[in-house]
């Protein structure tokens, strides 16, 4: 599947902060009232100490939302998922696999940076409401989870994220479809391997599942 847009056009330059972008949002008024509320969020400690609550970068109306676990210091500083090192090879890998700009949602279970990056799971079932009804409003025909924690909160019966990246699994009404974190690739090559393998399959699936 050949890519409809460079790699640049995912800069996250292009994104204004927890706005998606394109025009025709029918829920505009009640995403904007979330996202006042998730910047307001003092339900736990960590909205104490973050610079800015991280929301979501994509399009009105997402084909494929990417769930990550949780922000880290550029994500903080910046209020955009997925910018630093992780994000720029999640943004190859959507590129790879031909989506636009447009295509795609990028969000995280945690809407504010962890101390030390440490995932915190109290945090994290503070937050799942705040994913729960942003999910509601984007309604992606597809969800790629992108981590161990990400996978557990969407899907806490799945085997191990070794086990199960690379495979389509059904969720409700619709499809799960779990990934290493893109930060594992930066830390071993075979972590690199079987990220790139399954974006490969990933493409496949898309391809044959294309609206």
């Not at 084909?63 to 090879?89: L, N």
């Not at 447009?102 to 030390?116: A, I, Q």
Request: glycine fraction near 10%; include cysteine.
């Amino acid at each position: 599947m050949n890519a409809r847009r460079p790699a640049e056009k995912l800069s996250p330059d292009a994104w204004t902060p927890g706005e998606p972008v394109g025009d025709g949002f029918p829920d505009r008024r009640r995403w904007e009232a979330l996202s006042e509320e998730i910047r307001a969020c003092r339900k736990c400690p960590l909205g104490a100490v973050r610079q800015h609550a991280v929301i979501y970068r994509g399009g009105v109306a997402p084909r494929v939302v990417f769930v990550g676990e949780a922000p880290g210091a550029e994500e903080d500083r910046t209020g955009v998922p997925f910018v630093g090192r992780s994000g720029r090879e999640l943004d190859r890998a959507i590129v790879r696999l031909g989506l636009s700009a447009e295509d795609v949602g990028v969000l995280n279970l945690l809407k504010c940076r962890p101390p030390s990056n440490r995932f915190d799971r109290w945090a994290a079932g503070t937050c799942r409401p705040y994913l729960d009804r942003q999910l509601e409003l984007l309604r992606p025909r597809l969800l790629v989870t992108l981590g161990a924690h990400a996978l557990r909160a969407l899907d806490p019966n799945a085997p191990p994220i070794l086990k199960t990246a690379g495979q389509p699994r059904a969720l409700g009404h619709g499809v799960l479809f779990p990934l290493l974190h893109p930060a594992a690739t930066l830390r071993s090559r075979a972590m690199r391997r079987r990220w790139d393998e399954d974006v490969g399959t990933l493409a496949a699936y898309l391809a044959a599942h294309a609206p």
